[in-house]
């Protein structure tokens, strides 16, 4: 690697002799340097925290504020410390050179001066800080691209475990389900039976025992007959919602294979729409929030079913949020085919909408104006992952303030043997 020798800074000389001064300034100058002078260790101070040179050429005795101190201020703040310090000490005097690097210096440049080697010392040093800081750079460059990777992992981790879970909840579900989907109907069968049963008695005997007369004037028998079908029709259905919720569940976790399949987007999106069914019902002060649903006639595409599944989820997620304060809080769900290869997957809410600095980063990793424990700021970046880079779609953002916001998804309809060269990274955030 070859570093530029031009600071992008000035050299800051700090030496309470004018000549010592002038020779220097004159060397460096010459050599396109750029100088400041402080004539003593309180002026160089100063200097510093007005503006940090990229190098300090420090003399060791000087009135005020001898160098040494100086040299040990510098390195106490946090602010200054990595400015790198050449003592200049005379040649003679060892100690002096000694003290200076233990407290952090950098070199030492023996006086008399001799230009040629001043200068050689200072632009090694430039070159090194200059190296330093592209080091510096590239580390946190690179520690922020592993952070990203694994709140990804992890993310991705947890979700695994949670679509498992949930597959194995739906699963356990089915068969006390099925068990009482099953015996409804029997149930209201014996039910007749026994009323037509109660029924005959009465007719036939009408004067009962005491024991039994008494029961029928302490209970309404008449009501209970009539309401009892009402109770195992209000089972059934409930019965069929619970139904309904598990197939969304199972529909929703299924594992990705490594190949696309073919499958009907709407069930997807429908699936989504049941597992946060909790969110849209309304509750408390929240309306509840119309989801209006214009699906035309798509043909099946082949994609990630779950992957996919998992974009519609963040994308209806985030609506959610956004219409947590609005009135009449509406969701458009649309769905178009496009030329004859592509279909689009248009989801709009009459929420606040996006500032234009918000639009611009919307996508990016980690970024979110939700509080803490409430946004992760993954959703949308990995839904582009999702829908770009492993189905090689396209994905946008309408939005203006005041306008609700349309996130519009493009799919090639593609075909269903293709495989998945691209490991998915899936997450609900
Ligand atoms: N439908 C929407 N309406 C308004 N703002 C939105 C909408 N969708 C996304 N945003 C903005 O985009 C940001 C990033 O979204 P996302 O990546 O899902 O992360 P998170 O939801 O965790 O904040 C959100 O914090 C929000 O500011
Ligand atoms: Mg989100």
Do not use: W
Not at 256 to 266: F, G, L, P, Y
């Amino acid at each position: 690697m070859t570093a530029s020798v031009q600071p992008s800074g000035f050299i800051l000389i700090v030496d309470d002799t004018p000549t010592n001064i002038s020779v220097l300034a004159q060397t460096l100058r010459q050599a396109g340097l750029a100088i400041r002078i402080a004539n003593d260790g309180v002026g160089a101070l100063e200097q510093v925290k007005r503006e940090q040179p990229a190098l300090i050429l420090l003399d060791v005795q000087m009135p005020v504020m001898d160098g040494f101190e100086t040299c040990r201020r510098l390195k106490a703040d946090n602010t200054t410390s990595h400015i790198p310090i050449i003592f200049m000490t005379a040649l003679s005097d060892k100690a002096s050179r000694v003290k200076g690097l233990s407290m952090g210096a950098v070199d030492y440049i023996p006086k008399p001066f001799e230009q040629d080697e001043v200068l050689a010392r200072v632009q090694v040093h430039l070159q090194l800080k200059n190296l330093t800081d592209q080091l510096e750079e590239r580390v946190e460059e690179r520690t922020r691209e592993l952070q990203n990777a694994q709140v990804q992992l992890v993310q991705q981790e947890k979700l695994a475990t949670l679509g498992q879970l949930i597959a194995g909840v739906a699963h356990e579900i089915n068969n006390p389900m099925a068990c009482i989907a099953n015996n409804i109907e029997p149930a209201y069968e014996y039910i007749q039976d026994l009323s037509e049963l109660i029924g005959l008695y009465q007719k036939h005997y009408s004067d009962p025992a005491p024991e039994i007369s008494e029961l029928l004037a302490n209970r309404d028998i008449n009501f209970a007959l009539q309401d009892l079908p009402r109770l195992l029709d209000s089972m059934d259905l409930s019965a069929q919602r619970i139904r309904d919720i598990s197939v969304s569940l199972r529909n929703f976790s299924r594992s990705d294979t490594n190949t696309k399949q073919a499958v009907d987007i709407h069930e997807g999106l429908d699936s989504t729409l049941v597992i946060l069914g909790h969110r849209i019902k309304s509750s408390g002060e929240r309306p509840e929030i119309m989801v209006e649903k214009r699906y035309s006639n798509l043909p099946e595409v082949a994609c990630f079913p779950s992957a996919l599944n998992q974009v519609f989820m963040n994308i209806l997620a985030n609506a959610l949020d956004a219409l947590e304060a609005v009135e009449e809080p509406m969701i458009l769900i649309e769905t178009k085919v496009v030329g004859d290869s592509s279909v689009d997957i248009e989801i709009a809410d009459n929420g606040p909408g996006l500032t234009a600095l918000i639009k611009q980063r919307l996508f990016e990793p980690l970024f979110t104006t939700k509080p803490i424990g409430k946004g992760t700021g993954l959703g949308l970046s990995i839904s582009r992952q999702i829908i770009v880079e492993q189905h090689q779609g396209r994905i946008e953002c309408f939005s203006a303030p005041g306008e609700g916001c349309k996130f519009v998804i493009s799919l090639p309809v593609g075909n269903s043997d293709e495989h998945n060269s691209y490991q998915p990274i899936a997450a609900i955030a």
